[in-house]
C-alpha cells in the first residue's frame, strides 16, 4: 500500500510540474482520502490549495479530515473564505471538532465564522465535554425515529434526512428526547411489512447499551467492541440522548489508548505526534522526566551497597551476580506488572479480586523462583567455578545467589501485580506501574535481601 | 456494567435454585448476549443445559458465540444433538470457525457432524486457512449483487438473502466472481431512483481496499481502521472474492494483538487464556523462557565485572553507582525500542527510514544525556558528598559516572532504535526487541563503558 502511494506522488509532483492538471484530477478522483492525505503531506504548501482545488467537493473534505494537522493548518491558510464554507458544508460535526482541537485560535475563528450557524452551535456544545470523554469525540448527527411510525416511514425519513449523517445504519428511537429503543437498518429492510411499528420491531429494555457524555472514551470503546456495536449512544445528565460515538472513532481511540499505555509504561509521558513528525525535542520532553525520577530514585539501591561496602569489599565475588539478580528480579516484576496493567485496561480485574491476584502470582513465583534458582545453581557451579575457575565462587557464595534469586523473584512478582490496583483504586493509571517504576523498587529489595542473606550464611 | 451483572447472577442463582423457571427467562431476554454469556461462566457446569434451554433460539446461538471455550464445551457436552443442530443453524460462519478452533477433537465431530452440509463445507475451508491470516478471521457469508441490477432489485435481494449475512450495510459487487466494486446500503436507500444501475452508483477502480487470503490479521484490522471501513473483502490468489472481514472481528483482533504485543514486549511468550483463567501453571510456562535465558545471559555482565575486580577493590565508591547506571541506561533503551515497536506496528515506519530514527535518537539521546548528566553530578555532589559525607566520592568519581552516563544513554537509545527495525526487517516480531532483551544488553555496554572510563580518568 505505502510503497504503491510512494510512487503515485512522485509522478503526481512531476504532473503539477508540467501543469497537467486534468491528468492530476483524474488520478486522484481514483485514491481514497487516506492516500490523497498521504500526497498532500508530501507537497509543498504552496501546491496544497493548487491540488485541493483539482478534487471534487466530496473528496476534497473527506481528504482533509484524514490529513495531519500540520497540512490542515496550511491548507486552510492558503484557501478563500468561500472554499473553507464549502468544505465545512462537507464535514461532520465530530471531524470538524477534532479539526477545531488542534488548530490555533486565529485559524479556529476563521473555521467557525465559515461554518452554518447550527453546527458552530454544536462545535461549541461538543468543545464543552472534558478531553477523552464520550462527549468530545461524539458526533451529534443521528437518524432519530419516533415509536409509532411504520417501517415504511423510518425508511423515508432516512432516505430524506440520510445523507448528512455519519451513519444510518443504527437508527434511535427518542420520546420525548430520551431514548427508549434502538432498530438498525437490516431489521427495517428485513421486517415482515413495511406496515409495521418502529416500537414493535426496536430492541429495547435493559440490553440498551448507553454511556454518558462524561464516560471515558477507552470505556466507550471497550463497550463497542464487547457489544460489536456499530455505534453507541451517547446521554447527557438527565438520561437525554445527544449523540453517537461511531465505530471508526472507536477503533481510532483503541489504537491510540495503546499507543499511549506503551508510552507510559516504557516510562514517557504520552505524545500526540507520531515519531517521525516529533523532533527531538519534543521526545527528550516526553522522555527527560520518569529518567530523571527514576536516576534520582537510584540513589537508595546506592546507599545500600554503600552500606554493605564492607561485606563486598570480603567477598568481591559477590559484586558481580548482582547485576543478574536485579535484571532477573526486575523482569519477573515487569511480567506480573504487565499482565496485571493488560487485564485491568480489558475490564478483567476489578480491586476486589486483589488477593485471588496474589495468591496466583505468589504460586507462579515459587514456580518461576525454584526453576530459576535450580538453573543459576548449574550455572554458577559448571560455569562460573568450574568452566572458568574462578576459585572465589564457593558452593556458599552459589546458595546465597540462588536463594536471594528465588527470593527477590517472589517479591517482584507479588510488587508488580499489587502496585499497578493498587493505582486504579486511588484513581491513577495502572500503566505507570510498569517496568521503569517496578524495577527501580525491585532493584532495592534484591539488593537488601541479598546483602541480608549474604551476611547471614557468609558470616561477613 | 460488571457490578450489575454480578448482582443479576446471584439473583439468578436463587431463582435457579427456586425452580422459578419463568422469571429466569423473562430476565435473561432483557440482557445482551455478552451479559448471557457472563451469566453463565458464573454457573456450575451442570445447571448450564438447563439455562440455555430457557433462552429464545436467537439469544441462545448469540450468547454461545460469546462465551469462553470451557463454557462452549461444557455446553456442547450437555445439550442433544437436535440442539446443536438449532444453535449450528443460527451460527455465522466465521463464529463457527472460532468454536471449532478452540475445541478438542472429539466435540469438533459433532458440532460438524450437526451442521449443514455447506456449512460444513465452508468451515473446513477456513479451516485451512494459515493461523491468524484474513482467511481464518473472515465470513464467506455476504451479500454479493450484479453490476447491470437496478437500486430496486438490490434492495430486494439484499430483503430476501440479508438475514444469512452478518452484514449487509456493504454489497460486494461482482462479474464472474472477480470483485469489480461495492455498494453501501446507505447510498442504495439514498440513490435518487429505484431504477439506476448499480454500476452507476458503485464505488470502484483504484480505490478499492481488498486484502488477500493469507495478509496477516493485524494489517486487516489496521486496513479498516485507516480507510474507516465497516467490512473488508478478501480476494484470493487469482483475485477472486471468497469472503469478508468484518469490524467486530477487526476489533477483536486488534485488542488480541495489543495484548500480544504488550506481553512480548514484557518478556512472556503469549497466551491465549484470560488472566483469571490462567493457572499458576500455565503463568509459569508463558514467563519462564525468557526469564531464563536473560538470566544466563546475563552471565556476560557478571564476567565483566570479574575481570574489573581489582578496579573495583581499589575503588569500592565505584560500585554503588552501578544499579543508577545500569536502570537508567536500560530504562533510556526501552523508551527508544517501545516507541520504535509501536511506529513499526502501526504502519508509520520502514526500514528504509533507519538511518533517519537514528539520526533523531542521537539527537534526543545528547540532550537527554546532557540533562541528566549534570543533573546527576549535581546529585552525587550534593547529597553523596557533602550531605551524606562519603569522603570516597572525589569530583573525579563524580566525572566518570557522569560521562559513562552520557555515553550509556547514546549507546542505548541507538541500541534500543535500530534492534526492533533490524527484527522487523528479518522477519522477526519487534516486540521481541523490548525491554528485558534491551536492557541486557544494554547492562554490558554500561558497564564496559563505566570501567573504561574509570580506567582512563582514575588511573586504576
Not at 62 to 82: H, T
Not at 227 to 243: F, Q
Request: contains cysteine; negative net charge.
Amino acid at each position: 500500500m505505502t510503497e504503491h502511494n510512494v510512487r503515485i506522488e512522485n509522478t503526481l509532483q512531476v504532473l503539477l510540474k508540467d501543469k497537467k492538471y486534468a491528468t492530476v484530477r483524474d488520478i486522484l478522483v481514483t485514491m481514497n482520502p487516506p492516500d490523497v492525505a498521504a500526497v498532500f503531506a508530501a507537497c509543498e504548501p504552496e501546491q496544497m490549495p493548487l491540488l485541493f482545488r483539482l478534487l471534487p467537493k466530496e473528496l476534497a473534505a473527506e481528504s482533509f479530515v484524514e490529513m495531519e494537522p500540520e497540512e490542515q493548518e496550511a491548507l486552510i491558510r492558503g484557501i478563500s473564505d468561500s472554499e473553507l464554507k464549502q468544505v465545512m458544508a462537507e464535514l461532520y460535526v465530530d471531524d470538524a471538532v477534532d479539526i477545531v482541537e488542534e488548530m490555533p485560535a486565529n485559524v479556529v475563528q476563521r473555521i467557525l465564522a465559515q461554518s452554518d450557524p447550527q453546527m458552530r452551535k454544536e462545535i461549541n456544545e461538543i468543545l464543552q465535554y472534558p478531553e477523552n470523554s464520550a462527549g468530545s469525540v461524539m458526533t451529534t448527527e443521528y437518524v432519530a425515529l419516533n415509536p409509532n411510525m411504520t417501517v415504511g416511514d423510518a425508511i423515508l425519513r432516512i432516505r430524506r434526512t440520510g445523507v448528512d449523517k455519519e451513519t444510518i445504519y443504527t437508527c434511535y428511537v427518542l420520546k420525548n428526547r430520551l431514548l427508549i429503543g434502538t432498530v438498525s437498518v437490516k431489521s427495517l429492510l428485513l421486517a415482515p411489512s413495511d406496515m409495521q411499528t418502529i416500537d414493535s420491531i426496536m430492541e429495547s429494555g435493559s440490553g440498551l447499551v448507553t454511556v454518558n457524555t462524561h464516560t471515558d472514551q477507552e470505556e466507550v470503546a471497550r463497550m463497542m467492541s464487547k457489544y460489536n456495536l456499530l455505534a453507541i449512544p451517547v446521554l447527557d445528565s438527565d438520561n437525554r440522548m445527544v449523540g453517537i460515538v461511531t465505530f471508526d472513532d472507536a477503533m481510532d481511540v483503541m489504537e491510540d489508548e495503546t499507543t499511549e499505555d506503551m508510552e507510559i509504561m516504557a516510562g514517557m509521558t504520552p505524545s500526540d505526534k507520531t515519531y517521525l513528525k516529533s523532533t527531538p525535542w519534543d521526545l527528550f520532553k516526553h522522555r527527560i522526566p520518569w529518567l530523571a525520577l527514576l536516576m534520582v530514585s537510584a540513589t537508595f539501591t546506592g546507599l545500600i551497597i554503600t552500606s554493605f561496602e564492607a561485606a563486598l569489599a570480603a567477598q568481591v565475588a559477590l559484586t558481580a551476580f548482582i547485576p543478574m539478580l536485579m535484571d532477573t528480579g526486575g523482569n519477573s516484576g515487569s511480567q506480573s506488572s504487565v499482565t496485571v496493567i493488560r487485564a485491568l485496561s480489558l475490564g478483567e480485574l476489578e480491586f476486589s479480586e486483589l488477593p485471588k491476584v496474589i495468591w496466583k502470582e505468589v504460586r507462579t513465583a515459587v514456580l518461576c523462583g525454584l526453576a530459576l534458582a535450580v538453573l543459576c545453581f548449574g550455572k554458577i557451579i559448571l560455569v562460573d567455578r568450574l568452566l572458568l575457575g574462578n576459585p572465589d565462587i564457593t558452593v556458599m557464595v552459589a546458595a546465597v545467589v540462588c536463594l536471594t534469586m528465588a527470593i527477590t523473584i517472589l517479591c517482584a512478582k507479588v510488587v508488580g501485580c499489587t502496585l499497578p490496583m493498587i493505582a486504579k483504586r486511588l484513581g491513577f493509571d495502572p500503566a505507570v506501574m510498569a517496568s521503569p517504576f517496578i524495577t527501580t523498587i525491585v532493584d532495592a529489595l534484591s539488593l537488601l535481601v541479598y546483602f541480608g542473606i549474604a551476611k547471614a550464611l557468609l558470616g561477613l
